[in-house]
């Protein structure tokens, strides 16, 4: 949150100071006095000193040479039906088959039998409107554009079952809102005792809630944090987590270099960071990896975030290197790194 603070008031001095267990309160003080009075920037305290948190080598890493992987494990996705997620998912499954459980808050609506098939936003909703008369059909454009984004949303959960399925693994989509922690561990329960154990984690659910840090309510920061935050908290309540061999966090590079206008969303995937770290330490035995993503082509950015990011000599990840890079450090990297930052030029 800081780091993006920075960016939007540049005159501000702003300051994160992260403060290890200490029993003497008194010496956690000192050092945090002795903390403001260095350069803007980021600072953990600790028992022994301060010492400034900088961009270290653990977050980056060249992708290994691909390989193929011999365990079929049993994945649970949350975010998985659609977006990038999707896209690192059918990767995956080309990679490891097994069966991968895709948890979503969305609904799966049933396409039409009448209705042409139409993967443009704009020209369903005027088929949709036209059409108005059909049976069971809205009428009141705000009501047709949320059937049109429902039945949108259902095409690509199905499109991403089918990918799953032709790379040669099972698929299952279950609707759940993972903030919801009583919803959330009965449908895993139930899923488990069918399918098995789960032994393998990708969360990938986020949603956004943009302003700058001074305009941002309680309320921005909870929406961003809800499916960050508290949907991995209630997904490792529900699960054994020592069968898990692997765990993959969808991160963000803002959380690492902040980004003007989603100071909540930074704070979000830097949680994710730390968490991945912790986790890491408590399950030696587990490929645990946190993918401080850049833009990808598609998922959150839309035509106007496209044209900002080409003005400031961004590029964008495309989908195919995406997932690539992400099954490559999944199931390949060295145990010990642990965060990446990934942009465009892994593509190269």
Same mark, same amino acid.
């Given at each position: ?8 008031? @540049? ?20 050092? /945090? ?30 992708? @290994? #040479? ?22 690192? %998912? ?5 990679? %490891? ?101 789960? %032994?393998?984690? =990708? ?14 309510? @309680? ?68 490929? /645990? ?5 850049? #833009?990808?082509?598609?998922?959150? =950015? ?31 990297? @060295? ?5 990446? =930052? ?7």
């Amino acid at each position: 949150m800081v780091r993006s603070l920075r960016q939007e008031r @540049p005159d501000a001095e702003a300051y994160s100071i992260s403060i290890a267990q200490d029993t003497n309160p008194g010496s956690v003080a000192s050092k /945090v006095i002795q903390a403001l009075s260095l350069p803007n920037g980021d600072y953990s305290v600790q028992r022994n000193g301060i010492y400034q948190d900088v961009l270290g080598e653990d977050h980056l890493s060249p992708a @290994p #040479p691909e390989q193929q992987s011999d365990f079929k494990p049993i994945w649970l996705v949350s975010g998985g039906g659609r977006g990038v997620t999707a896209d690192c %998912t059918a990767e995956l499954a080309r990679r %490891t088959g097994g069966t991968f459980i895709l948890l979503g808050r969305s609904d799966v609506t049933p396409w039409p039998e009448w209705l042409p098939l139409e993967r443009d936003l704009k020209t369903l909703r005027g088929l949709l409107a036209r059409n108005s008369g059909q049976p069971g059909m809205p009428r009141k454009p705000m009501e047709i554009d949320k059937y049109a984004r429902r039945l949108l949303a259902s095409l690509e959960i199905s499109n991403t079952i089918a990918s799953i399925e032709q790379a040669g693994a099972k698929a299952r989509y279950i609707q759940a809102d993972i903030g919801d922690a009583n919803q959330l561990h009965t449908a895993l329960q139930d899923i488990q005792n069918e399918q098995g154990r789960i %032994t393998g984690l =990708v969360h990938g659910a986020g949603v956004l809630a943009d302003g700058t840090a001074e305009s941002l309510r @309680p309320e921005d920061f909870q929406r961003v944090f809800g499916p960050k935050v508290s949907g991995l908290e209630n997904i490792l309540a529900s699960l054994d987590v020592n069968s898990l061999s692997h765990i993959a966090l969808f991160s963000s590079a803002s959380a690492v270099f902040g980004n003007e206008g989603q100071a909540n969303y930074a704070a979000a995937n830097e949680w994710l960071n730390n968490v991945a770290l912790h986790l890491a330490g408590e399950l030696p035995a587990t490929q /645990v990896k946190a993918f401080c993503w850049g #833009p990808w082509q598609g998922g959150m =950015v839309d035509e106007a975030l496209a044209r900002m990011f080409a003005e400031r000599g961004i590029g964008l990840i495309g989908k195919a290197d995406g997932a690539r890079i992400f099954a490559d450090q999944l199931l390949q990297s @060295p145990h010990d790194q642990i965060r990446f =930052v990934v942009g465009d030029d892994w593509g190269e």
